[in-house]
């Protein structure tokens, strides 16, 4: 008998081969598939029974969190009231291997009486469903990973990634952006880290500035007042042209430090950033560099006007 670790390899190549296939396979019909799709006004409704109706959700739980609106239905409950949740402004992708399932009957009868939009993904395009779609996507006719040949693997797999496919497509045509992806995720470590810097950062009120001619013992003053360890020099336009942290103290300390400018002190070009930058971003801008930082002046056409902390980063959970 094969080893556990025989079998996990057989079941990985066995599916690596297939996925190898369909990428191959691939054609226009994949493109009409994402036009469609992408022209819908109202929701992708996504179905499948049985083992397919798993990918099915799953697919939908994709593309509504990537910016494409979709739900599953299961065909069973459709033929029992559920087909009024699709609307003829909807489009509905029909997952099956044989295509011949007989409880997509209802649905696929549906579609075609309130010309809804139907994509099937079947295995080969010579059955029932692939027929009466106005896109047929076809999966490659590949071995199951299963030791007797039964049990959905490889084809299930293959649906899975042309799911993904069309949803990453869809995501790309349409200019789905991180920050878009942080408005569907709002809980826990991923929210965290899809927040913006405008949510977490401290407002103008709360700046510690001052100009360049300023001496250093007013600057230390409002470094302390202001407790983010640091302190912005502005121009006299409001320009933001450096910044004084808790380093350049030590770096600088002599017997003249009071008596100095804070421009004579100060490290100019600071690294700042903007609002709407993910807090991840800002995170990284403070830690990855060389030297490290704690906190962050968010700047507007070259003025500030907030401030981000580390320790903002930490409360938030994004650090």
Known sequence: MASHLEIAKSTIRIEKEALEALGEALNGDFT???ETLKSVKGRVIITGMGKSGHIAGKIAATMASTGTPAFFVHPA?????????????????????????AELADLIEFTRRFSIPLISMTTGVENALARAADVALNLPDMPEACPIGQAPTTSTTLALVMGDALA???????????????????GGKLGARLLTVAELMHGKDE????????KMADTILTMTEGRFGCVGVRSHKGDLIGIVTDGDLRRKMD?????????EVMTSSPRTVTKDMLAAEALS??????????????VEDGKPVGILHIHDLLRAGVA
């Open 207 to 214: 700046l510690p500035l001052c100009y360049p001619d300023d």
């Open 168 to 186: 990453m497509a869809l995501l790309e045509d349409k200019g789905f952006t991180a920050t878009d992806f942080g408005k569907f995720h709002p």
């Open 255 to 263: 017997a003249s430090l009071l008596k100095r400018s804070a421009e």
């Open 32 to 34: 009409k598939a994402v």
């Open 77 to 101: 409950e459709a033929s029992h009231g559920d087909l009024g949740m699709i609307t003829s402004a909807d489009a509905v992708l029909a997952i099956s291997k044989s295509g011949e399932s």
């Open 285 to 298: 801008l403070m830690t990855m560099k060389t030297p490290q930082i704690t906190g962050l002046f968010v």
